[in-house]
């Protein structure tokens, strides 16, 4: 959690938030996670590119077209994907509890579901759930940090970001909470973020920022290199701010804009940061690249490449590696002017090994977040990752959770 | 080491080996090998499609163009890559010291390095260790081990298999080598690989075969997903074995190619359960799906998936992180119709979770091999690909391994 950020979701003007136990989790944490804006919200919302999606997902994919939505239930401890009609029915039903003790239509609640895959919901127990959570509903920071406790799962730690910015005089606030630790993939490395802002914004300019933001942040994040079936990131307005309402591409979008890719880009952070087993994050910048899309991949290449993510965990500067995942994933470069830079320092150059100072080169890895820069040496398009180092940990998570 | 198959390059009539100490490797171990053909021999060979190529897989490309081959030098402990001039200097010097001790040309030298990227040569010790391996040359299967033992780097065992099949009335004696433990993609799955033959057989049908052979077993190996720069397969047909030499896709074609392929399926075998860290293998098939290459990339997807590899080290049966890979890796595939077993067992039927006896399950996952299938039920197509279990070794071995 960034400083000054604890309850986050509750920070615009306009929301309330809870977060209770409903017995999903084994553990009996907080496992129920709801938010209102009672005079409704401006949404939007951006969801898993699997093939494969949860029953929440279908469900909100189908709420949010509505564009004016007055509530958020969430549920972790358990995914609902691949439960059949029942999970369609169940997602419904959340919904529709929620919708009933808000005062709401079910089409103006959005469902998100994080968990195990494969079982049913055990729908007694949810429906209580949202009663109790119902009873809780307060726009007090406490409520909205039970909300980001309540939608963790494999997570050690809250992630919450809090932006604020001053839109024609008026302060606009954008708060938001993210769970997310593995199966995190760039196209929706979100697993579920929720953001509120009390910012006055049609949908479509909503949609349009918080694609951008999330296409720079989240989706720029690569734990394993694949995207859930329950991937939600979703963003509410509650026009509370009163500023004169941003309706197409000018300086207050832009000022909007930038805010929300600043809590997104935070919270991105966050997750690379709590990954399971994680240490520490790495952010790679692929330069001089023949096309986006070659950029793209290259920088995925190298974050997803488990040798340099060991390489990282061991701080050891190994630009061999990174050199090999560059030229085995199909990107056009010179290998006569392939370089390759550890922070500022360059360790590779002209195709060469450059002589460098490797115990100042692996102490600044082994803080907490570096920049690996790779110049393909072929043209002018540029992008970048983030990754997170690959340790004993996340194997022993990995190996020894089981189904 | 498949069961009596011990010196297997040396197996076959017309070649000769050896293997010595030159330090290289700073354990002292061997790490100089080379086989020679007195009579020489047709030769055919593959290398990695990565773009960064080591300076001995330039010289060893165009080497191969001859046809004909006296002999292959290999050294461990370098990989002789991004090394500039010095570098392919080096290569060239490798093979013309090595031709001259075995009274060939240059060019009829095949070289070969593997190791550590990015460091030059001492190429003294090297010229030093091929004069001494060439006065060990000789026909024994000690020979053909310390072969074997000479081009290992992080393995732990030796990879060695033989393959004998009767065409036209004689003997024909496939046997190889070969070594890798990590940076293992498809595409060339292979490190390096050699493999020695009597057969008498034309340079376009040894071509043909060896292709068919590393299509079917080598590049279908993924531990890491990434191909190094050095990957290299040759095979070499004294034709020593004398029978009539095979010229065409006919019956003797057909039988030397089932040979050369169970001899490279062999290896691959041995090769990924002795990948870095790799406790047990597993291979991926994929069945009805809308393309070959859709059905390669799922396979692909599933064994390069870390949290799949994480849940058969623990033994899981974890078919959600199988569905997980299949959805997101871009393939077409019918979630109605999505099935998985292991191996007979069916975990998942018709987009749904299927009860089934974990205990019983968990134990076959816990064998050496088991079988992965997933029925995408869009097509007629049909791929596999081999992978093994991630564990906390894996990470040991490629943390703490400094450059």
Redesign the interface.
Known sequence: MSKGSKGAVTRAAGFLAAGVACGLKRSGKRDLALVHCPGGATAAAMF?????VSAAVEIARRHVQSGRICGVVINSGN?N????QKGINDALTMCRTAARHIGADTHEVLVASTG????PLPIARVKAGIAAAAGELSASAAAGHNFARAIMTTDTRCKEAVKTVRISGKQVTIGGTAKGA??I?PNMATTISVITTDAAISAGMLKKAMAAAVGESLNRLTV??????NDTAIVLASGAAENPIIERDCPRYRAFAAALKAVCDDLTRQMALDAEGATRMFKVVVTAAASQAEAARAAR?VA????VK??V??G??????I??????CG???D?QK?ACKINNTTV?SK???IKFDRAKVSSMIRRQEHTITVHLGVGTHTDFCYGCD???E??????????
């Open positions: 898993t590119t699997n093939r494969i995914a994907a691949c439960t059949g195990i895959i494969g079982h593995g199966m993939g394993d290199g694949h995207q859930s079936t290449a997803d490449y488990d040798l060991c390489a965990h061991g050891d500067p190994n630009w061999g590696r050199i090999c995942a560059v030229g085995s990107v056009r470069l290998p392939l590779f195709g060469r090994p690959l340790s004993r996340y194997v022993t998570i990995n190996a020894d959770y089981h189904t």
